[in-house]
């Protein structure tokens, strides 16, 4: 006692020391648990034989998304913008698939297709040009570039109208500071400016935009308040309601591209009228399904052994074909609705507004995903399970590195974390956190307001899938695959 009473400060820093501790031990021990709401929602863990069963099942019966496309538009022509992207590529494969000819399909983007499943066939035969959607002459010579008069793309069978969907993003989820807003905005905002202003000169009657789930998504007060059980946030529904409402304070969005694309939600429904109808796709809190911009399937086939702190957390995902499926939707709700009016001006219920869209399960946790990984891929792949806690903490030690970095590049700038390492970020840390979406306004029928959407596959069916870019890909060349284009930068089609 007479030592403590002697060293006052000394006993202050033990004590604050012991709370600090004890905090972030009850901190951890949150963050390793699943609330019981989740899990009422979320119930059924996937065995490893249900995992073989599904794997058996779909390799005798393939994942087949065909039957599931709207009809084809022999009259239409598409622009995708970012169409060498996980969505727009599966977007340009879908219209192909349903019949639109190569010669009615333009890809633009700021790199040609680096995707296998793009690289011969029709979709070889995909005219690709080149732009940087944050140069607005680029993104009009793009638009203005003459359509080839060919079979399947002939002016004397009718009228062409035009669909653009635009899919070009620019995916930062590490960054929330206010001073990199912009880098972000030029290419979300200020591109998707662009692209509704090259979309209207070019003639486009319909464009349908992708967003993100995580745009509703505010960040997670982990210091918040001692004696809450759960970090405040700990738990969001996703879904569209934040969109009837006004934007958010900056500090109110998990990070800079939350509310990029929130702002960019704004522009292409705000231009929604009689002769230019828009509408935007919300994907749930992860795509998977493809070999490029797949940060699950991709990451788990590339990575081999990789670490991890939120195997219990509950996420809704949705395959990049579900994607697909609803901005198709979309584009036929936009175009049929009313066409027999003469006036033109009764809109459809969803024309200017987002919608959700998922896979037609409650939401898995990581565990799940990461089961199937180890279950079924034919390169060795293993989860290494960290703590969450100290793992956060090394995240805001990292962010102010970064910020440090930034601010007086010429004496500190070599305290700026590169490559993977800075991703871990407290951004990273909200939009890895319980987030079960729903997709019911999506799947209203259209008369209702809605889309008339419906998931076709589960998340454990897509994973399972030795197609469509499954984890369960027993063919050594799609690995292969997939490493080269991680090596590419993660910054243009979505």
């Avoid at 609705?337 to 024309?351: F, K, M, R, T, Y």
């Avoid at 970064?402 to 970020?425: E, F, H, K, T, V």
Wanted: charged share 20%.
């Amino acid at each position: 006692m007479e030592w403590l009473q002697a060293h006052p400060f000394a006993t202050a820093a033990a004590a604050v020391f012991t709370l600090a501790v004890l905090y972030f031990w009850k901190l951890n021990l949150a963050l390793t648990t699943t609330p019981p709401e989740v899990l009422a929602l979320s119930p059924h863990r996937w065995t490893k034989q249900e995992i073989r069963a599904t794997y058996e099942r779909l390799e005798r019966a393939p994942l087949r998304w065909t039957a599931h496309l709207p009809p084809a538009r022999p009259n239409r022509r598409y622009v995708v913008v970012g169409g060498s992207g996980g969505v727009g590529g599966q977007l340009i494969l879908h219209l192909l698939e349903r019949g639109q000819s190569p010669e009615s399909i333009r890809n633009v983007d700021f790199r040609a297709p680096a995707r296998p499943d793009m690289r011969d066939g029709p979709a070889s035969r995909v005219d690709f040009v080149q732009a940087d959607i944050t140069d607005a002459a680029s993104v009009d010579a793009a638009f203005a570039k003459p359509w080839p008069t060919t079979a399947g793309n002939d002016e004397a069978k009718g009228p062409m109208g035009l669909t653009v969907f635009h899919t070009a993003a620019m995916i930062v989820p590490h960054e929330r500071c206010e001073a990199t807003y912009d880098r972000v905005a030029r290419v979300n905002v200020g591109g998707t400016r662009h692209v509704l202003d090259a979309a209207r000169k070019a003639g486009a009657s319909v464009l349908v935009a992708t967003s993100s789930a995580s745009t509703a998504l505010r960040p997670v007060g982990y210091l918040s308040n001692w004696f809450r059980r759960w970090p405040r946030h700990y738990v969001q529904v996703l879904d569209e309601a934040d969109f009837d409402q006004p934007l958010r304070p900056h500090g109110e969005y998990f990070g800079n591209y939350a509310r990029a694309k929130a702002t960019a939600e704004r522009l292409v429904c705000g231009a929604n009228g009689p002769d230019f109808r828009t509408g935007v796709i919300r994907p749930a809190n992860g795509i998977y399904g493809t070999s490029v911009g797949d940060q699950l399937v991709g990451l788990c086939l590339r990575s081999g052994s990789f670490p991890s702190w939120i195997p219990n957390i509950c996420q809704n995902l949705v395959h990049a074909s579900h994607v697909s499926i609803g901005h198709l939707l979309f584009e036929a709700a936009l175009l049929d609705h009313n066409q027999d009016d003469n006036d033109g001006d009764n809109l459809p219920g969803c024309a200017g507004r987002p919608f959700v869209i998922t896979d037609p399960n409650p939401p898995p946790t990581f565990r799940d995903i990461y089961d199937v990984c180890e279950t079924l891929a034919k390169t060795p792949c293993k989860v290494q399970v960290l703590p969450p806690a100290p793992m956060l903490l090394i995240a805001f030690a990292i962010e102010v590195c970064d910020m440090l970095g930034r601010q007086l590049p010429s004496l500190l700038g070599w305290l700026r974390p590169q490559g993977q390492i800075a991703m871990l970020q407290p951004a990273t840390f909200s939009v890895s956190t319980h987030t079960p979406a729903t997709d019911a306004a999506a799947q209203r029928p259209v008369a209702a307001g809605g889309l008339g959407y419906r998931g076709v596959y589960t998340t454990l069916e897509g994973p399972a899938s030795s197609s469509n870019g499954g984890l369960g890909d027993k063919v050594e060349t799609m690995v292969k695959d997939v490493r080269n284009v991680a090596t590419m930068p993660n910054a243009v089609g979505a």
